[in-house]
């Protein structure tokens, strides 16, 4: 990965040296993801510290929900957004019953805890 990279590891770490602008972390929005985005997080965070707080290390958040009606397909990213949908339907129009609604949900789990570093920082 440092190779990738082009950067080194701890004392020999340079961000002078680091090739890509932004290294996003990727996983399933199951368990597994979320304890191996850990996982990745604390390595850079031990060894490659200066690429965080320069901003250059991001956790991609995957969908909480996704609704689907016939062959239309909706991700929603919480429980707001998914009521949203929900209340006016797939199509945009008007309401739908609840249990069409619930038939539309299906469930993915993920955490929607925030990375420390996404929080405000002063500048």
């Known amino acids: 990965m440092t190779q990738a990279l082009g950067v080194g590891l701890g004392t020999r770490f340079n961000i002078d040296d680091l090739r890509y602008d932004k290294i996003i972390i990727m996983t399933d929005a199951d368990v597994d993801g979320a304890h191996i985005a850990s996982l990745l997080m604390t390595f850079f965070f031990t060894q490659m510290r200066p690429m965080i707080d320069t901003g250059h290390l991001y956790l991609a958040c995957p969908p909480l929900f996704r609704l689907t009606q016939g062959a239309k397909r909706v991700y929603c990213l919480d429980e707001a957004e998914r009521d949203e949908w929900m209340a006016k339907g797939l199509g945009g129009k008007g309401k739908s019953t609840s249990a069409v ?21 002063a500048s």
């Open 101 to 121: 609604s619930r038939a539309w949900v299906r469930w993915t789990p993920r955490t929607s805890r925030k990375p420390p570093w996404t929080r405000n920082r």
